[in-house]
C-alpha cells in the first residue's frame, strides 16, 4: 500500500500543471454615452475569458501560449502562477492550489513578463540579484556559479553595475530574464519575454531558454511565431478563452498539407479562368498563381506533365512548395475568424 | 548572522542607496528645507512681537519646535502612499503577490533604509542650523523618551501610509488623496502649528485623535514641554494596534478584490 502511494505521488509530480474546466469570468462595467460616466450604477457586462479550459503540462516540458489579443493567454498565466483566482474548475500547479498556496509556489516558480519590471529600478542589476539570492536562500558559491554562467550567455556584464533606470530595453530584458534564474525555479512562465528586442538580443534569449530547455518547465506566450518555433515543443493555441488545438510544435504546419504545387501563370488568372480545367484538384488561387494541394492521391508527376501540355503558353513556371509555419499558423487563426 | 536579517538588512540598503543616486535632488531639498524655516521664522517672529502673552511655548522653543518638525517631516516615510498608488494604477500592484517575501515588508525595510539616509545626511543642516541658532537645550532623559515615542510614530506613520496608498484602488486617480492626506497632516498633527495654538475645542478634538503623535507630541516631549511620557506610550500602542487592524481590513478586501477582478 505504501508503495502504490508512492507510486501516486510521483505520477503526481510529472504533471506540473493540471487544469480541469478552468473558467474565468470578468465585469466590465460599460460606459457608452456621456451620462454614462455619471451613473453610480453602470450596467455590468460579464465577460467569459477563459472558458473551460482543460490542459496539462508535463515536467520539462516547453509549451508555447499563442492567440490573438484577449484570448486569454495572460489570464490563464496570471492564475497559474496564483495572483488570480478562477471562477470555477480546477487548477493545480506543481501539486498545490496556486491561489490558495501562492506563498508555497513563489519560491517554485519564477516568471517574466515583458511589459513589466521586476528590477529595483534606481539600483543596479546587482543589486536586485543580491535581494534574490538571499530572499530565495541561494548559497554563495551557487549563486556565483549561476551569475557567471548567466552573464556570459545573456552578456550581462557590460551594465550589470548601472542602474536600471538607464539600461536600454534590450538590456533590461536580458537582466530580468537572469533574474529569473538565480535560484532554481520549477516551471518559468515567460509573458510576451521577446516584445520590442532586436535579433541579435532575441538570439541570445533563444540561446539561453535553449540551454535550460528539458531541465526547466516552460511556459511561453508571444505574439512571435518565431519565438514558439525555436523555443518550444507543444504550441496550444488560445481563441476566445478556449484552447482550439494542442498539439507538438512539428505538427503545427501539418495542419495543412505540407505540400503545395504552385502553378504560376504569366497572366492574372481572372483573364483565362474560362481555359483552366483543375475540377478533380483541391485549390485555391493567388494573383497569379494557382496553388495545388499535393495529397496522396495525386500523382506529381503526371500532374505536372498534364499542366505543361494543356497550357504550355500560358504557365511561367512551376514549383513545389511546403507551407511555412508562420503561414499555417496564420491561416489557422484566420480559419478561426471566419468560420464564427 | 540569521538568514532574514539579511535580507532585511540588504533591503535596507538598497533604500539608503536609493536616495544616494539622486545626490542633485537631496542638494535641492536642502535647500527648501532652509527657505520653509526661513518663511516659519519670520511668521512666527511676526507673532509673537505682535502678542506678548502666548505663554505656551517662548519664541526660542517655538523655533526649535519648527526646526525638529522640519527634521522629523524629513524622516517620516512619505512617499509609500503615492509609491502603491503607482503601482495600482499601472496594474503593477498584482505581480507584486510574486514575491516570496511580503512587498509590504519589503517596502518597510527600504523605507528604513532611506529614512536612515535622511537621517545622517539629509539632516546634517539641520542639525548645525540647530546648534547654531538654538544651542543644545535638550536634557539625555528627554531624547530618549523622544525616541521611544518616535518609534512608534513612525511605525503609525507607516501605516497610516499604506492605508492612504491601498485607499488608492477604490479612487484609482491619486492626486485628491494626496492632497487630502497633506490636508490631515498639516491640520491634525501639528506638523506646522503646535496643537495647542488651536481655539481650546479644536485643541482638545485634535489631542484625542491619534495624529498628534506623528509632529506635536514627539516634539513636546523632546523639549520637555509634556511629561506624561507612560500615558502617551500606551496610547501610542493602542492607536497602532487600531491602525494595523483597519489596514489589515482594507488590505484583505482590496486583495479579494485584486485577485477576483483583476485589479
Known amino acids: 500500500m505504501k508503495l502504490l502511494n508512492g507510486l501516486e505521488d510521483r505520477g503526481a509530480i510529472m504533471d506540473v500543471i493540471n487544469i480541469k474546466d478552468l473558467n474565468k469570468e470578468f465585469k466590465i462595467s460599460e460606459k457608452k454615452t456621456f451620462r454614462d460616466y455619471f451613473k453610480i450604477k453602470t450596467n455590468k457586462k460579464t465577460i467569459k475569458s477563459v472558458n473551460s479550459i482543460s490542459l496539462k503540462v508535463k515536467k520539462g516540458e516547453t509549451v508555447g501560449l499563442i492567440g490573438l489579443n484577449g484570448a486569454g493567454k495572460s489570464t490563464l498565466i496570471k492564475m497559474m502562477t496564483g495572483i488570480l483566482a478562477q471562477t470555477s474548475g480546477e487548477i493545480e500547479v506543481l501539486g498545490n492550489n496556486p491561489f490558495e498556496d501562492r506563498i508555497i509556489n513563489n519560491r517554485k516558480i519564477s516568471t517574466v513578463f515583458g511589459q513589466r519590471c521586476k528590477l529595483r529600478w534606481d539600483v543596479s542589476p546587482m543589486e536586485s540579484f543580491f535581494l534574490i539570492k538571499d530572499m530565495y536562500g541561494v548559497s554563495k558559491d551557487d549563486f556565483e556559479d549561476r551569475i557567471n554562467y548567466l552573464s556570459s550567455i545573456l552578456g550581462l556584464s557590460d551594465f550589470i553595475n548601472n542602474p536600471v533606470r538607464t539600461l536600454s530595453l534590450g538590456q533590461r530584458m536580458r537582466a530580468e530574464l537572469a533574474s529569473a534564474f538565480l535560484y532554481e525555479p520549477e516551471i518559468i512562465f515567460l509573458d510576451e519575454p521577446t516584445i520590442g528586442l532586436d535579433i541579435i538580443t532575441k538570439d541570445s534569449i533563444y540561446n539561453f531558454l535553449d540551454s535550460i530547455k528539458n531541465k526547466t518547465t516552460i511556459i511561453l506566450t508571444t505574439h512571435d511565431f518565431d519565438d514558439i518555433e525555436k523555443i518550444c515543443d507543444r504550441v496550444v493555441v488560445l481563441h476566445k478563452g478556449r484552447i482550439i488545438h494542442d498539439s507538438p510544435t512539428n505538427n503545427i504546419s501539418n495542419i495543412y498539407d505540407t505540400k503545395m504545387l504552385e502553378v504560376v501563370f504569366k497572366y492574372n488568372i481572372k483573364s483565362i479562368e474560362n481555359k483552366l480545367d483543375f475540377k478533380d484538384y483541391k485549390y485555391y488561387i493567388e494573383g497569379n498563381t494557382i496553388k495545388i494541394d499535393l495529397d496522396k492521391n495525386v500523382n506529381k508527376s503526371e500532374l505536372i506533365k498534364e499542366i505543361y501540355l494543356k497550357y504550355e503558353d500560358l504557365v511561367d513556371y512551376v514549383q513545389i512548395t511546403k507551407i511555412s509555419f508562420k503561414d499555417s499558423l496564420k491561416y489557422f487563426l484566420n480559419e478561426q475568424l471566419v468560420g464564427e | ?263
Open chain 2, 1 to 263: 548572522m540569521s538568514h532574514s536579517f539579511k535580507i532585511k538588512a540588504r533591503l535596507i540598503r538598497i533604500g539608503f542607496l536609493v536616495n544616494q543616486m539622486y545626490k542633485e535632488a537631496i542638494t535641492v531639498k536642502i535647500i527648501s528645507n532652509f527657505l520653509f524655516i526661513i518663511m516659519q521664522y519670520y511668521i512666527w517672529k511676526s507673532i509673537y512681537t505682535t502678542n506678548s502673552n502666548i505663554n505656551i511655548f517662548s519664541f526660542k522653543e517655538m523655533f526649535s519646535y519648527v526646526i525638529i518638525a522640519q527634521i522629523l517631516s524629513n524622516i517620516y516615510p512619505m512617499q509609500v502612499s503615492s509609491k502603491i498608488g503607482s503601482l495600482v494604477k499601472s496594474g503593477d500592484i498584482s505581480f507584486t503577490l510574486l514575491n516570496p517575501m511580503s512587498f509590504i515588508k519589503q517596502l518597510f525595510f527600504e523605507n528604513i533604509g532611506s529614512s536612515i539616509f535622511k537621517l545622517a545626511i539629509l539632516n546634517l543642516p539641520m542639525y548645525i542650523l540647530y546648534m547654531i541658532f538654538i544651542g543644545f537645550n535638550l536634557t539625555f532623559v528627554n531624547i530618549v523618551k523622544f525616541l521611544i515615542i518616535f518609534v512608534f510614530s513612525y511605525g503609525f506613520y507607516f501605516i497610516f501610509e499604506l492605508v492612504f496608498g491601498i485607499l488608492s484602488f477604490y479612487t484609482t486617480s491619486q492626486w485628491g488623496l494626496q492632497s487630502f492626506k497633506y490636508a490631515i497632516i498639516t491640520l491634525l498633527s501639528g506638523r506646522i502649528i503646535p496643537v495647542d495654538f488651536y481655539p481650546k475645542i479644536l485643541a482638545k478634538i485634535f489631542k484625542f485623535l491619534p495624529f498628534k503623535y506623528m509632529y506635536n507630541a514627539p516634539i513636546s516631549i523632546i523639549l520637555g514641554k509634556d511629561n506624561q511620557f507612560i500615558q502617551m506610550i500606551s496610547m501610542q500602542i493602542i492607536n497602532l494596534f487600531l491602525m494595523f487592524i483597519i489596514y489589515k481590513v482594507f488590505y484583505k478586501k482590496t486583495l479579494k478584490r485584486l485577485t477576483i477582478q483583476g485589479g
